[in-house]
């Protein structure tokens, strides 16, 4: 008989015997303390810094962020003062000025929109501001980089109302100002010019620049993203230029402005010039020059026409000068109105050199001595007199010093001064040799002379300041000297074709040659200086013709003419009644 196996029952196993899950497959977080603090530590020190950031930002240094912004926001705009207007003596303006209009462009805002693609309107602008087409575009293109350029100063309200409706992005208008002056030539060496920016380069523009100028205002705004005013921060207030008066008078401007050009043109010459003074006050009543220039056009400003000859130009003055070294004898007691001098034959024999006279006097009161210009009669008296009383004279009327004036370029001329002298020396210096003088100077000789020895500063606008006349020579000597020189101007002088109908004129014409290097040229300068009327002296009036051709080249032949023409305009304008003429 088979026996039955024996089945025994098996335990379970446990970790068999329960269903897997997914929270038996992943294990369960574990809280790391040292990390959590770490993150903690961070966090919180991040939070600390950026608090501490926005301190130093907000309240221990805010100025470099308040700085950033206003950069971005504030906008300063300067606001221009008018120039002050400059007028003559009456009132009359001579320069003015006129409101314009400046282009500029932004090269960066040109390219940022479309660029310079719409050729015939680029070209539309460079043709009304009278520019070359391809050199507009190749400047723009050049400074693409740039916020800021000029195309064009001070264009005309016309060109600037064409140019907005042009429309160009980029092409923006500025105001400002430009001179203009309604003389033109006849007032431009005396009124001078300013340069672009609106500060004056000559005349009295430039001597009273800063009295014209007046101080620019300015206002300061803050703008949004979109260019909208939001705030105004601030308002300077512009100061106008001060007006400027002078004492010349625009139609003796005039006269004496055509007379000196028609004469440079009548003689061929290399120029001509005419000042003339009140001899009261020394005022100057015309300053001229010819060749002169157009101030509104800066195309005509060479430097050979803009120089003011009246008081850059020196030049020996010859026989002018003679009325002043016969004042000197008679202030010197040297001579009288009654010494008679003999000339002989009208050359005089110092040392190895030769005094003439252009025409024979023989014996000659002072009063015939002036008349035919005697260069013998006026050397033996500067020979007769110490020389110190002779430059003493020349030097108190004056002779070879600044005029005062103000004006750039003056000169003061060659006044001689030496230990020694030579007896020919003192003998050519009595007759307007060895040394150089301007026209101003010797209008203000004059003006002295007929003021009856009085020196009058000269001036151009009246300052009000004290009065610094005073007296060089005695009266009656120069009275008697004016009476001499009176008989100049009538049948017989030097300078009968200075005379003016109905008024009793004095005056001395001169004529010496042009000094050059080793010695003088074959040129000449003629002159002819005077006052009137000699009853009651009133203005004192020079005329200088620079190298006249042809065969007439004295003073008294060439600027008498011009002079006459001047002083009888001058005299009918300022109403200065005329005298009876003893000698017609």
Do not use: C
Not at 433 to 454: E, S, V
Request: glycine share 8%; hydrophobic share 40%; net charge positive.
């Amino acid at each position: 008989m088979k026996k039955k196996p024996v089945q025994t029952k098996a335990k379970p196993n446990k970790s068999t015997s329960k269903p897997a899950t997914s929270s038996d497959a992943t294990p369960a977080p574990v809280f790391i303390r040292w990390r959590f603090y770490l993150l903690v530590f961070f966090l919180f020190a991040a939070m600390v810094g950026l608090i501490g950031r926005v301190a130093f930002i907000q309240i221990i240094e805010p100025d470099n962020l308040i700085r950033e912004g206003d950069m971005r926001s504030i906008r300063a705009k300067e606001l221009h003062s008018a120039r002050g207007i400059i007028s003559d003596r009456n009132g009359e303006a001579v320069a003015v000025s006129v409101p314009v209009e400046a282009v500029w462009a932004d090269p960066v805002a040109i390219f940022k929109n479309g660029g310079l693609q719409e050729k015939d309107r680029w070209h539309a602008l460079a043709d009304v501001l009278g520019l070359d087409r391809n050199a507009l575009l190749k400047k723009i293109s050049d400074n693409s980089t740039r916020r800021f350029i000029y195309l064009q100063r001070q264009v005309s309200p016309a060109m600037a109302k064409y140019i907005r409706e042009l429309k160009l992005n980029g092409v923006g208008l500025k105001a400002e100002s430009r001179r203009y002056y309604p003389a033109g030539e006849v007032s431009a060496h005396l009124i001078g010019v300013t340069g672009i920016d609106g500060h004056g380069l000559e005349g009295a523009e430039r001597s009273y620049d800063k009295w014209l100028t007046g101080e620019s205002g300015k206002s300061i705004i803050r703008k949004d993203r979109y260019g909208r005013v939001v705030e105004n921060i601030s308002l300077e207030e512009s100061e106008e230029g001060k007006p400027l008066q002078l004492t010349i008078d625009q139609r003796l401007q005039a006269i004496a402005f055509r007379a000196v050009k028609q004469a440079m043109a009548d003689y061929r010459a290399t120029s001509a010039s005419a000042v003339m003074l009140d001899v009261k006050t020394g005022a100057v009543l015309a300053m001229v020059n010819a060749p002169s220039y157009n101030p509104n056009n800066r195309s005509d400003w060479q430097s050979f026409k803009m120089r003011n000859r009246v008081i850059t130009d020196a030049f020996e003055p010859g026989s002018t000068v003679k009325p002043f070294v016969v004042l000197a004898a008679l202030a010197n007691g040297i001579a009288d109105q009654n010494t008679i001098i003999d000339t002989g034959d009208g050359v005089m024999q110092i040392g190895g050199s030769r005094v003439r006279d252009t025409s024979k006097v023989g014996k000659a009161n002072l009063q015939m001595i002036l008349k035919k210009s005697s260069n013998v009669g006026v050397a033996k008296l500067a020979l007769q007199m110490p020389l110190e009383a002779m430059l003493g004279m020349y030097n108190s009327v004056g002779l070879g010093e600044i005029s005062g004036l103000n004006l750039v370029g003056e000169t003061a001329g060659i006044f001689p001064s030496r230990n020694r002298w030579s007896q020919f020396e003192i003998a050519t210096l009595a007759f307007g040799y060895g040394l150089a003088i301007t026209p101003i100077q010797l209008a203000h000789a004059y003006a002295t002379l007929g003021n009856l020895g009085l020196y009058q500063p000269i001036h151009i606008i009246d300052s009000h300041q004290q009065d610094l006349a005073h007296r060089v020579v005695g009266a009656k000597y120069a009275k008697q000297v004016l009476d001499m020189l009176e008989t100049v101007t009538q049948p017989g002088g030097t300078a009968v074709q200075a005379a003016v109908p109905g008024y009793r004129i004095a005056a001395k014409s001169g004529t010496s040659r042009k000094a050059i290097a080793g010695g003088y040229s074959d040129e000449y300068f003629a002159y002819t200086a005077g006052v009137a009327p000699v009853s009651d002296p009133r203005i004192s009036l020079v005329v200088m013709v620079n190298e006249p051709q042809g065969d007439s080249y004295y003073g008294g032949a060439v600027a008498g003419p011009v002079f006459s023409e001047i002083m009888k305009g001058a005299l009918q304008i300022l109403n200065i009644v005329p005298d009876e003429n003893r000698f017609q």
